[in-house]
């Protein structure tokens, strides 16, 4: 008599630990290429000196992590948005966004319960935001600047 056939676990189970190899390389390869990308245009070199490394990675690290996510979503300010949405945004934000960020973080006088999604969400709305901000300083400090007046 002969022997039943047996079924070959280790080649399936070599697959499957090359594959999740070639998907770990490929995620390290994105992620790098998304910190390269997230670096330049932050002009990272630059804002490095005027803030600190330890300072600037944070923000670059939390950045890294939501473009670079597999997740569907991401909370942003309590509400769930597209991943692609959210990383469009934050690879698009700059040198001038961080310095941004970095004021209103400096000059919140207020408790954060969580640092992370505040710093996220205050990222994310960044470019959305600044130029009003700006305009509401300059407005506070020369209240006739920027007003026409009645003909």
């Known amino acids: 008599m ?15 630990s090359n594959t999740k190899e070639i998907k770990d390389k490929i995620d390290k390869i994105g992620a ?30 939390l950045m890294l992590e939501a ?14 948005l ?4 959210v990383r469009a945004r934050l690879l698009n934000i700059n040198s001038a ?4 960020v970095f004021d209103c973080l400096d000059e919140n006088t207020s408790k954060v319960g969580n640092i992370k999604a505040y710093v996220l969400a205050t990222l ?8 009003e901000y700006y305009r509401a ?10 007003r026409r007046k009645a003909p």
Not at 2 to 16: D, F, G, I, R
Not at 67 to 80: D, F, L, N, R, T
Not at 82 to 85: D, S
């Open 82 to 85: 597209p991943r692609e949405v």
């Open 32 to 61: 790098r290429a998304y910190r390269e990308l997230i670096e330049r245009n932050i002009e990272y070199d630059i804002l490095v000196e005027r803030y600190g490394a330890e300072r600037l990675d944070a923000v670059v690290e």
């Open 2 to 16: 002969e022997k039943p056939a047996q079924l070959n676990t280790k080649q399936s189970k070599t697959k499957k």
């Open 67 to 80: 473009v670079a996510s597999q997740s569907p979503y991401c909370m942003i300010a309590g509400g769930e």
């Open 97 to 100: 966004h961080i310095e941004y």
């Open 137 to 146: 300083e300059v407005n506070h400090d020369y209240p006739m600047h920027g």
């Open 124 to 131: 994310f709305n960044a470019p959305a935001t600044m130029d």
